[in-house]
């Protein structure tokens, strides 16, 4: 057999393994383009409903944008993280393919093809041994921070294979083609996603400056024709993806250094270990880097005598290599930030502010490990293989291997049910009443009023946008243009205020406590109703000749509920009074006798009552006190002003009389705030089980008077 057809065959190899991977991990159903259960939650609800509203709507230029999705603050497919290069692809296909039709499940068998691929290169930098490779191989597959972004159903961050490739070229001894493979790869990272393709951006940086610098492989002029070359090709597929949608300043306003990575993060499994190698920490967020324990134990046994060998017999790798190395110790700063957390320890000191926009770009740092990860990896392997004991090798890596699968199975099995019998998405969705499915037959859009960055509940009209053809800007986005979000809110608000609406959109209009505005409208021509459990306002429709009406008991006359004179107001667990009034600061889900406060500042918004004018308002209240806690203090503002203090010593029946000023007796709301001074857990003065809430009183009623 020929040399060519021999490395064919062999190349099947990994291709077996990676498929092998995908269907015990993920399993079969994932790859039926008509099965969408799997996608209706989490993260990939943005990506698929996104890819909806992109396949359905005309094309434009850049070819990215989704101007269905978002209407005014309209973005593109890149910042929903539906991934481009699919989402682009597959639009072209339209006419040929299904609907509905998700191509999320054949993206993860090809993450899992590439990623074996990958991977089987990079070890055949150090070896042709077939079993070294096999067992090598399949260690990146079973990596948790490959596959806990399944779980996650964060699709496009699956794509570790664009890594690998990237560490690949760096190692590579020979440098033909290598414009080529870069800008193909660059190109493929920025249409797959942001995070992926910064990672592979640095890794090609250092792989220019140590081919003209450390390795003087090519000169200068053909360097800087390459970056020339490569960022001409990334820009213009950046450009057509969509990436310029939103201003420069939205990408960078906030972020760095609260999901950063956590120095015990690679032994916290949270979920995906056989064993609890370490508890829970008080701050996690999104940092999980747990390594598995085969691999673990792998690099922290192996990569500390590598190092020793490397210093003593392979000297001139770390001078051949040196921006490798270098950019791999600044991925790790920066992953950790200038907030080191160890565990629950924490240490934060300032960077300068002209640093924090560029910082906040890649606000998840701790992504960054993933490089640094990899390349441990890959070095941990290449020390192994330099034992001359081929026995020892083997015997190692089918160890590690098996370790690495029972422990990690802990976490991709519960993955694979999940993906395989996922819970039908249908049972919670609140949208039962006929008037929904009539309203979109005259419509053109649903919007939602004000609108936010990942505004809650965004998802149920999103969705019923996309199964009714109708755009929307109730949408998800990673980046929004707070510029036309604000502008977008400041007109829906003169809209609201002159009472003159698109007469082609039905606003869904947010809850009064969190939008306390009036709504003007036609009585005679608008519907303002409430329709299971939504406030909706239908412009035109009392007057629409083919529009069905609806009963009178929908109908609202203003968004604010009503509150009445001596009537009094509960809030125990399931009382209209805690979900309609209570603001921050109280404990949710709330008890069988009231709310508790949770927070040092607590706040309530009440609507005036609808008849007579009050002077006070009667608090029922509950205070946690003991012998070791005598009292609790408070002052009480409303509206900004302080009215009272008051000082309670008993558990129970704290009945206290607040004064209403004058002043505010003409508003239409009174926002009513405590500022607590004793609030304390009751694990802290010996009540509770357990209990680490900070608690001052517990809200019982109030009353009007």
């Known amino acids: 057999m020929s040399t060519f057809n021999k490395n064919n065959l062999l190349l099947l190899i990994p291709i077996f393994i990676g498929l092998a991977g995908f269907f015990i991990v993920v399993g079969p159903k994932a790859l039926n383009p008509t099965n969408i259960d799997w996608l209706l939650r989490g993260e990939s609800l943005e990506d698929h409903l996104a890819w909806i509203f992109f396949r359905e709507s005309a094309w ?13 603050i309209s973005s593109s497919i890149v910042y929903s993280d539906s991934i481009p290069l699919f989402a682009i692809l597959f639009k072209l296909l339209d006419p040929f393919i299904s609907n509905p039709f998700q191509y999320f499940g054949i993206w993860l068998l090809a993450c899992f093809l590439l990623q074996s691929f990958a991977a089987w290169v990079l070890i055949r930098l150090a070896t042709e041994n077939i079993i070294i490779l096999i067992f090598s191989t399949a260690l990146f597959i079973f990596s948790p921070p490959f596959l ?6 964060q699709g496009a961050l699956v794509g570790h294979f664009l890594i690998l490739f990237a560490i690949y070229l760096n190692l590579r001894p020979y440098q033909s083609k290598r414009i080529f493979f870069w800008c193909i790869l660059l190109c493929i ?5 942001f995070y992926i393709f910064a990672m592979v951006f640095i890794l090609w940086i250092a792989s220019i400056a140590d081919c003209t610098i450390s390795q003087k492989l090519i000169s200068l002029k053909i360097s800087f024709c390459e970056f020339l070359t490569i960022i001409f090709f990334v820009f213009l597929c950046a450009w057509q993806a969509g990436y310029f949608a939103i201003s420069s300043g939205s990408a960078s306003e906030w972020g760095y250094g609260q999901f950063n990575f956590n120095l015990l993060s690679i032994f916290y499994p949270r979920g995906w270990s056989q064993f609890s190698l370490i508890k829970e920490f008080v701050k996690d967020f999104e940092s999980f880097n747990y390594l598995g324990l085969g691999i673990l134990f792998f690099i922290l046994s192996v990569f500390p005598i590598g190092l020793i060998f490397m210093w003593q017999k392979n000297k001139s790798f770390s001078s051949k290599h040196f921006f490798f190395i270098l950019t791999l110790c600044l991925c790790f700063i920066y992953a950790i930030s200038n907030n080191i957390d160890i565990g629950n320890w924490s240490y934060s000191f300032p960077i300068p502010e002209a640093l924090m926009p560029i910082a906040n770009i890649l606000r998840h740092s701790n992504r960054l490990f993933w490089p640094v990860y990899y390349s441990a990896l890959v070095f941990s392997i290449y020390c192994l293989i330099q034992i001359n004991n081929k026995k020892i090798v083997y ?10 699968v029972y422990d990690t199975q802990a976490g991709w099995m519960p993955l694979r049910n999940k993906l395989m019998w996922p819970d039908p998405p249908e049972d919670g969705f609140p949208l039962k009443n006929q008037f ?4 979109a037959k005259k419509y053109k859009n649903v919007v939602k009023i004000p609108i936010s960055h990942k505004p809650p509940q965004w998802g149920i009209f999103a969705r019923y946008a996309a199964e009714n053809h109708l755009a929307t800007n109730s949408v998800s986005f990673a980046r929004i243009d707070k510029e036309r979000m604000n502008k977008s809110n400041s007109q829906f608000l003169e809209m609201i205020n002159t009472g003159k609406y698109s007469s082609d959109t039905l ?7 969190l939008l306390p505005i009036t709504v003007n409208f036609d009585p005679n021509k608008d519907l303002f109703a409430r329709i299971d459990g939504y406030n909706i306002l239908a412009p035109n429709w009392k007057i629409c000749g083919n529009c069905p009406q609806i009963s009178k008991e929908f109908e609202i006359t203003r968004l604010a509920p009503p509150t009445h004179l001596q009537k009094k107001i509960f809030f125990r667990q399931n009382d209209d009074g805690r979900n309609q009034f209570l603001q921050a600061g109280w404990s949710w889900p709330g008890e069988d006798w009231g709310t508790w406060s949770d927070q040092n500042n607590a706040s309530i918004l009440l609507p005036m009552p609808t008849a007579g004018t009050p002077k006070l308002i009667d608090f029922n209240l509950r205070a946690l006190v003991s012998p070791s806690h005598p009292i609790q203090s408070a002052k009480i503002f409303i509206n900004g002003i302080l009215v009272t203090e008051i000082i309670l010593s008993k558990m129970e029946e704290n009945l206290i009389s607040v004064p209403i000023p004058s002043s505010e ?5 009174l926002h009513i705030e405590f500022k607590f001074f004793n609030a304390i857990s009751p694990t802290a003065i010996g009540l509770g089980n357990g209990d680490t809430r900070r608690l001052a009183v517990g809200l019982k009623s109030l009353e009007f008077k």
């Open 60 to 72: 434009s230029f850049p070819v990215g944008l989704n101007p269905n999705y978002g209407l005014e």
């Open 395 to 404: 015997l190692c890596l089918i160890t590690i291997f098996c370790l690495q």
């Open 148 to 153: 806990w972004r399944i779980g996650e159903l």
């Open 436 to 439: 929904w499915k009539d309203v």
């Open 507 to 513: 606003f869904i209009i947010d809850e009064w406590k």
């Open 189 to 193: 990272s920025v249409l797959v996603h």
């Open 665 to 669: 007796l003409t508003k239409p709301y």
